[in-house]
């Protein structure tokens, strides 16, 4: 047999999945279970991304799971006080909360969302209901041949929600998700995959935010599906502040129909190593896609982000602003792709990506991808990589303010494009408060 | 006020002060005039705090304390202020929230209490009156886009806010239109009273008409080589600078 990369991974998931099977008596044979044991059998036949990876050049994800995590060890019980539950929660974010902790639903925390024109159901429910009621959303976005976290989620994963908004439905209040950890006694690992159905004509939010709490190494794995109905307005966050333990992985797939509009907020705060795959899929004519991302890094986190815009039918418009700011010996990596298909004419496609570094040892590595194959379209991509500007550092402490506080107002100004861009304010507020606490130091 | 002492400073290797002796007193105006590249912005630097340069010699006490021994921003708070010859942009900073912050840490370093959202709205717009600026412009991000001229009534709008009790203007006049250069002299001498003290660097005589200095020192070489009264300015836009020049070399 082949060598695999990340064969001790899959060894021990080996072990798991096999238990998983037994446990599973009337789900055996459901339609998701098939999908989930093709998964497994991709990602033992595959493995996992190698050193010589090239969607995983920076970012060796495997070698940090094989030399941080034990995945044979069991999950451990949430421990942790409701205190601390409520900690992790956005101050005045008037949302539908749904709470995960240690991965798995937590009806005890979240909020029954009986909202008309909305349907908001954990997937462990939901699977165990009707897998039926999951077909033609479960797997339909994410492509597990193509990634082993994804193939990995497909195989496990059990918890998450599945939402689905009525056509013409506008959900005022966002749905928002609270993934707490508790790695205070021992290490955890979880998979959670949401599924996220936009009918024609509806407008919806939904926020993501992860926290890890504890001393002990977790791994995160995540998928999210979207699907963009005609005309659908889906704004999604991600807000990832885990502990400097925390090994972070999600994929994230949006196909957008006509008329479409699609914005993905990403905020990569802390962590030992994230990765965040983000593919959006623009399938029909007039679609938007919008994809923010700010990384404010320090001490060792490593942070990739990877996009891909797929632009498949003509005149849609995307527009990527990804902004860093690198302490410590933290590394950055970006690699956003644009892919222009030969039928996507009239293409509006812009691509920017600027980092500050703050210190000698911290490191970037960006790298855009343009692949276009129309010849009638507008596409740009910009990257840019320096230091703090000393001059403008000069300027403000000329004017009486200390250094430490004019260094916290030009690395605010440089981030505040991506706050502009967020339109729910208590996100907007929350997030500036972390920004402004973790620059004036 | 500003006792300079022998001052010697680079940058890099390359000595750029060689020793600078300069008495300023409350309420005097001090032009330093020179041909390009005699030091005179490195003097305005060095006096501002900026870190590029390295102090090799001499002193210089502001207001009886080693002013060299402080930061850039406390020398701001001490009341000394630079007018930049190129006022840097700022994206994402508006003037105004710029301007409350410095004003609050200057007023709270000299023991004052912070201004109250009113108070600091009436001063900026007095202030803002005296240089002919518009307040949207000030809610912009700082000097982002301005003209010249905008950036050069903005650096002395600041003077204006903070009231600093040494103002060094470097080279505010150059690139100035006569509109500008007149409204930016009439800022500068609104501000003048007999307990804060200006210091001109200029390579023209022009400014001097409208800001009459007590004394002019024509700098080469990183040396004030003459001083005299404003006629020594005139004589300098009649004559130029290479007897200056020559007279200098010949002593050297």
Aim: charged letters at 25%; aromatic letters at 8%; glycine letters at 6%.
């Amino acid at each position: 047999m082949e060598k695999i990369a990340g064969q001790t991974i899959v060894d021990s998931l080996t072990s798991q999945f096999e238990s998983f099977e037994k446990s599973l008596n009337g789900q055996g044979k459901s339609a998701v279970h098939a999908i989930r044991k093709s998964a497994f059998e991709t990602l033992s036949n595959h493995g996992f991304p190698g050193p010589k990876s090239e969607a995983y050049k920076f970012t060796n994800f495997t070698k940090a799971i094989e030399k941080n995590l034990d995945l044979d060890s069991s999950s451990p019980t949430f421990g942790l006080d409701a205190q601390l539950i409520s900690a992790s929660e956005i101050a005045g974010l008037n949302a539908h909360k749904i709470v995960f902790l240690n991965g798995i639903y937590s009806e005890e925390h979240s909020d029954e969302v009986e909202v008309q024109g909305i349907k908001v159901t954990s997937l462990a429910k939901a699977l165990k209901a009707d897998s039926k009621s999951l077909e033609g959303i479960f797997n339909t976005q994410a492509n597990f041949e193509k990634d082993a976290f994804v193939a990995m989620n497909t195989a496990f994963a059990q918890h998450g929600v599945v939402i689905e908004v009525e056509a013409n439905a506008v959900i005022e209040k966002p749905v928002v998700l609270y993934f707490i950890g508790d790695c205070t006694k021992s290490q955890l690992t979880y998979n959670i995959r949401n599924l996220v159905v936009a009918g024609k004509f509806s407008q919806f939010t939904v926020i993501e935010k992860f926290d890890t709490i504890g001393e002990h190494a977790s791994l995160t794995n995540a998928v999210n599906e979207f699907s963009v109905a005609e005309n659908a307005h889906v704004q999604y966050y991600k807000i990832e502040n885990d502990s400097g333990k925390a090994y972070h992985i999600s994929n994230t797939h949006a196909s957008q129909a006509a008329n479409s509009n699609f914005t993905a907020n990403t905020y990569a705060l802390n962590g030992a190593m994230v990765r965040n795959n983000l593919n959006i899929k623009l399938e029909s004519e007039g679609c938007e896609a919008y994809m923010n991302g700010l990384y404010l890094l320090d001490g060792k986190t490593h942070v990739d982000n990877h996009t891909i815009v797929d632009h498949m039918k003509p005149n849609c418009y995307s527009n990527e602003l990804y902004k860093g700011i690198m302490d410590g010996s933290s590394k950055g990596v970006f690699n956003g792709k644009i892919f222009v298909r030969q039928d996507a004419q009239q293409t509006n496609a812009f691509q920017s990506n600027k980092n500050i570094l703050l210190s000698d040892k911290a490191t970037v590595n960006t790298k855009p991808q343009l692949e276009i194959w129309a010849d009638d379209v507008k596409c740009s991509h910009g990257c840019t990589t320096g230091q703090l500007d000393q001059e403008a550092l000069f300027y403000l402490q000329s004017r009486g303010i200390q250094k430490d506080k004019a260094r916290a107002i030009l690395l605010t100004a440089f981030a505040s494009d991506l706050l502009e861009n967020v339109s729910n304010e208590a996100i907007k507020i929350y997030l500036g408060e972390i920004i402004a606490q973790r620059l004036e130091k | 006020m500003l006792s300079i002492k022998n001052l010697q400073a680079r940058i890099e290797e390359k000595e750029i002060l060689r020793g600078i002796d300069l008495e300023v007193k409350p309420g005097e105006v001090h032009a330093i005039m020179g041909p390009n590249g005699s030091g005179k912005s490195t003097l305005a630097s060095v006096l501002a705090g900026r870190e590029d340069y390295e102090v090799t010699g001499g002193e210089v006490a502001f207001q009886g304390n080693d002013l060299l021994e402080m930061d850039a921003d406390v020398r701001a708070r001490e009341g000394v202020f630079l007018a930049f010859q190129y006022p840097v942009e700022i994206p994402g900073v508006s003037t105004t929230n710029f301007m409350k912050t410095a004003l609050n840490q200057i007023r709270e370093h000299q023991g004052e209490k912070a201004l109250d959202a009113v108070s600091f709205l009436k001063r900026m717009k007095e202030k803002m009156k005296l240089v002919e600026i518009d307040q949207s412009l000030l809610s912009r991000s700082l000097n982002e886009g301005f003209s010249g001229g905008e950036k050069k009534r903005n650096e002395i709008f600041q003077m204006a806010m903070l009231e600093p009790k040494l103002a060094i203007l470097d080279e505010t006049d150059s690139g100035l239109d006569i509109d500008a250069l007149r409204i930016v002299a009439n800022g500068v001498n609104t501000l003048k009273s007999a307990d804060n003290a200006t210091i001109l660097v200029t390579h023209y005589q022009r400014l001097l008409e409208y800001i009459v200095p007590d004394f002019v020192h024509v700098l080469y070489n990183g040396k004030i080589v003459k001083s005299g009264t404003k006629e020594l300015a005139l004589e300098l836009e009649e004559k130029g600078y290479d007897w200056i020049k020559e007279e200098a070399d010949a002593t050297a």
